[in-house]
């Protein structure tokens, strides 16, 4: 009775085994996939190109004058304000000359007041304009006081200050060396960024319009520009050449850096789909519609995309329609055929 028993739960057992193994393999024999309602939407239409950025002023800064640097104030990266000291030469030859120049205007307005008490004038201010000015010229007083000023002149060149705010880069000036670049003074503050699209993309890009720009180093950062400027003419290649302008917001951007450029265009009633919900077939692009349970072959033309979606239409040439209300097919179709037998994730 009891090997009975024993053999009646054995075969259960291998009963119940059999059937989960025969529902497991239907299962995996199913297709499942993912389906989204069509309706008429916004497309962000998306123009995805490339660009350098350039900073918004870059100066390589150098001495007026020739002579030994004295002094540097500056190190590569540092940020600097408008006016500030970069770099200065050794000013002793700068002193004599100046020093030499005042003891020379003294001798000429002591020459200038003899011609003037010459001439009967006990007075300068007396002195009528024309008369003085010839005056000044034969005495020598008109050369000494220019001489003079260009002695201040030259003491004054010999400082090296910023004509704007920055940062220090190429720093080449040494202590005690003569440089002819001292270095290079960039305003990061903002960048223009020049990138080129085809003569076919022209319509959709105007002055004012907003772009997003992304460094290739660092693509988790995004910084909004304005199009700034259309070149009216196509090169050789059928490229428009296109500038744009974006503030700084941080220093992550650099002066030459690589950069990648989206110009977005709003265009509305478009039917948008995701991309992996379009496959190709037979050198033509296809979605699947959901009906009845079952995958419906239905042949599309992509009129726009962007990075994530694409805008699609019924195909001219296979003249097929797509309508509101449809339901795509959007995952599990790469090895769909017409008429598949699917069922939907829930």
Same mark, same amino acid.
Not at 18 to 42: F, G, P
Not at 58 to 82: D, H, T, W, Y
Not at 97 to 114: F, G, I, Y
């Given at each position: 009775?009891?090997?009975?028993?024993?053999?009646?739960?054995?075969?259960?057992?291998?009963?119940?085994?059999?059937?989960?193994?025969e529902?497991?393999?239907?299962?995996m024999?199913?297709?499942?996939?993912?389906?989204?309602?069509?309706?008429?939407?916004?497309?962000?239409?998306?123009?995805?190109?490339?660009?350098?950025?350039?900073?918004?002023?870059?100066?390589?800064l150098?001495?007026?004058?020739?002579?030994?640097?004295?002094?540097?104030?500056?190190? =590569?990266?540092?940020r @600097?304000?408008? /006016?500030a000291? #970069?770099?200065?030469?050794?000013?002793? $030859?700068?002193?004599?000359e100046? !020093?030499?120049?005042e003891?020379?205007?003294?001798?000429?307005?002591?020459?200038?007041?003899?011609?003037?008490?010459?001439?009967?004038?006990?007075?300068i201010?007396?002195v009528?304009?024309?008369?003085r000015?010839?005056?000044?010229?034969?005495?020598?007083?008109?050369?000494?006081?220019?001489?003079?000023?260009?002695?201040?002149?030259?003491l004054?060149?010999?400082?090296?200050?910023?004509?704007?705010?920055?940062?220090?880069?190429?720093?080449?000036?040494k202590?005690?060396?003569?440089?002819?670049?001292?270095?290079?003074?960039?305003?990061?503050?903002?960048?223009?960024?020049?990138?080129?699209?085809?003569?076919? =993309?022209?319509?959709? @890009?105007?002055? /004012?319009?907003? #772009?997003?720009?992304?460094?290739?180093? $660092?693509?988790?950062?995004?910084? !909004?520009?304005?199009?700034?400027?259309?070149?009216?003419?196509?090169?050789?290649?059928?490229?428009?050449?296109?500038?744009?302008?974006?503030?700084?917001?941080?220093?992550?951007?650099?002066?030459?850096m690589?950069?990648?450029?989206?110009?977005?265009?709003?265009?509305?009633?478009?039917?948008?789909?995701?991309?992996?919900a379009?496959v190709?077939?037979?050198?033509?692009?296809?979605?699947?519609?959901?009906?009845?349970?079952?995958?419906?072959?239905?042949?599309?033309?992509?009129?726009?995309?962007?990075?994530?979606?694409?805008?699609i239409?019924?195909?001219?040439?296979?003249?097929?329609?797509?309508?509101e209300?449809?339901?795509?097919i959007?995952s599990?179709?790469?090895?769909?055929?017409?008429?598949?037998?699917?069922?939907?994730?829930?």
């Amino acid at each position: 009775m009891t090997f009975l028993s024993c053999l009646t739960a054995c075969k259960r057992n291998v009963a119940e085994q059999t059937k989960e193994l025969e529902m497991h393999e239907q299962q995996m024999s199913e297709t499942y996939v993912d389906t989204m309602v069509l309706h008429q939407t916004e497309f962000n239409k998306q123009i995805v190109c490339n660009g350098r950025l350039r900073a918004k002023a870059k100066s390589e800064l150098n001495f007026k004058g020739q002579g030994i640097i004295a002094a540097v104030f500056v190190k =590569e990266g540092q940020r @600097v304000g408008k /006016g500030a000291l #970069i770099a200065s030469l050794d000013k002793q $030859e700068q002193l004599r000359e100046l !020093e030499k120049a005042e003891h020379e205007l003294k001798r000429a307005e002591v020459e200038l007041t003899d011609k003037l008490i010459g001439l009967g004038y006990n007075s300068i201010d007396s002195v009528p304009a024309d008369v003085r000015q010839r005056a000044e010229v034969m005495s020598g007083y008109y050369s000494a006081k220019y001489q003079l000023q260009s002695a201040k002149t030259a003491l004054e060149e010999c400082n090296l200050y910023a004509p704007f705010s920055g940062r220090i880069a190429d720093l080449e000036a040494k202590r005690f060396q003569r440089n002819d670049k001292v270095c290079t003074l960039i305003d990061d503050s903002s960048f223009d960024v020049e990138f080129r699209i085809l003569e076919a =993309e022209l319509e959709g @890009v105007k002055t /004012g319009q907003k #772009i997003k720009v992304t460094p290739f180093v $660092e693509d988790k950062n995004q910084y !909004e520009g304005t199009v700034t400027e259309i070149n009216p003419l196509v090169d050789d290649k059928g490229l428009v050449k296109i500038k744009a302008q974006l503030r700084n917001g941080g220093s992550t951007l650099v002066d030459g850096m690589n950069v990648r450029i989206v110009v977005e265009e709003n265009l509305q009633r478009m039917f948008v789909v995701p991309k992996d919900a379009v496959v190709e077939r037979d050198g033509y692009h296809v979605v699947f519609l959901y009906k009845d349970g079952h995958a419906v072959w239905t042949y599309v033309d992509i009129l726009h995309s962007n990075i994530n979606s694409y805008a699609i239409t019924g195909c001219t040439r296979k003249e097929t329609t797509i309508n509101e209300g449809d339901v795509i097919i959007t995952s599990g179709n790469l090895n769909l055929a017409d008429q598949t037998v699917v069922k939907v994730n829930r």
